[in-house]
């Protein structure tokens, strides 16, 4: 049975593109731009190609162009004159859209065409922080409003995966060339969102630091048995939904009187250091609110 989601309701196209519900109606009832469907009760519905339309014409909006000389384009020339900016510029915008395109429709080909297209304008940093970064950022309010469901994100969490990955295989055979410290990556007990720790992974590495990454779901027993091998560590704990706000400070403490020993520290980021108390933070205990901070500090 095919399960990819092909309607949409006002609210999802709200979410999407980011343009509001009242101006969708208003460049429907005076533009006639879109053409959404009608249920029995009268609420609209729309298909891909009203999403994807919309999509585009955002994109000419952004860009200048205003709705009352879109609606006069053909069907055929909204999507001509996006891909003649597309050329002209490099629209991270615009990769987003089709990232979120390539999502609804579970589409790894549309993926892989945007993310080459990116790739042979921009280097991969740039385009983990300017384009993979705001898209996870979105996708997470596109799953907490059901604009979306778990298997969306999912689905697109595992290909980005897969470009972190290929990119940090390129640079496993270095030999660091700072041997002051090393440093362990690692998620907390049932913490499995690994996005973020596998590119600070490929930044350490790039920084010519050694690396060892320990993945998802790591007890503190396991960290234990690192600091037995190696001297001046580094720990760095992604804590994205777990541990909960109101554990979080006692699994600082634990870390700190169970694992660190004088020439070890730990760094901790992700959405639950907000949660941290001040007074659990020290010289071998600190916190970093983004990915780009920590990494100014290799």
Same mark, same amino acid.
């Given at each position: 049975m095919n399960n990819i989601k092909s309607v949409f309701s006002i609210k999802d196209l709200e979410n999407l593109p980011g343009i509001?519900?009242?101006?969708?109606?208003?460049?429907?009832?005076?533009?006639?731009?879109?053409?959404? *469907?009608?249920?029995?009760?009268?609420?609209?519905?729309?298909?891909?190609d009203n999403l994807?339309?919309?999509?585009?014409?955002?994109?000419?909006?952004?860009?200048?162009?205003?709705?009352? &000389?879109?609606?006069?384009?053909?069907?055929?020339?909204?999507?001509?004159l996006v891909r003649e900016i597309i050329n002209k510029k490099s629209v991270k915008h615009h990769a987003i859209s089709e990232f979120k395109m390539a999502m609804m429709n579970f589409d790894q080909?549309?993926? &892989?065409?945007t993310y080459d297209k990116l790739l042979s304008e921009k280097s991969f940093t740039d385009v983990f922080y300017e384009?993979?970064?705001?898209? *996870? &950022?979105?996708?997470?309010?596109?799953?907490?409003?059901?604009?979306?469901?778990?298997a969306h994100e999912h689905f697109i969490t595992y290909l980005i995966k897969q470009k972190i990955i290929a990119n940090t295989e390129k640079i496993q055979y270095l030999e660091p060339t700072k041997t002051n410290r090393v440093f362990v990556l690692y998620l907390p007990d049932n913490e499995i969102h690994e996005l973020g720790l596998l590119y600070l992974n490929y930044e350490i590495i790039s920084n010519g630091y050694k690396s060892i990454y320990l993945g998802e779901s790591v007890p503190i027993d396991s960290l234990k048995e690192v600091c037995k091998n190696f001297d001046n560590i580094t720990f760095i704990a992604y804590t994205t939904v777990k541990p909960e706000p109101?554990?979080?400070?006692?699994?600082?403490?634990?870390?700190?009187?169970?694992?660190l020993n004088e020439d070890a520290e730990v760094w901790f980021i992700g959405r639950m250091v907000e949660n941290i108390s001040p007074n659990k933070l020290s010289n071998n205990v600190r916190k970093f609110e983004t990915i780009s901070s920590l990494v100014n500090e290799l």
């Open positions: 509001k519900a009242h101006t969708i109606r208003i460049w429907e009832k005076r533009y006639d731009v879109l053409k959404p *469907m009608r249920t029995d009760t009268n609420i609209r519905l729309y298909d891909t994807q339309k919309l999509l585009n014409i955002t994109l000419l909006h952004n860009y200048g162009y205003k709705i009352s &000389t879109i609606s006069k384009y053909t069907d055929e020339k909204i999507p001509e080909v549309q993926f &892989t065409l384009v993979f970064i705001p898209l *996870m &950022t979105e996708l997470g309010l596109l799953w907490q409003s059901d604009t979306i469901t778990p109101d554990e979080i400070n006692e699994y600082v403490t634990q870390i700190k009187n169970e694992v």
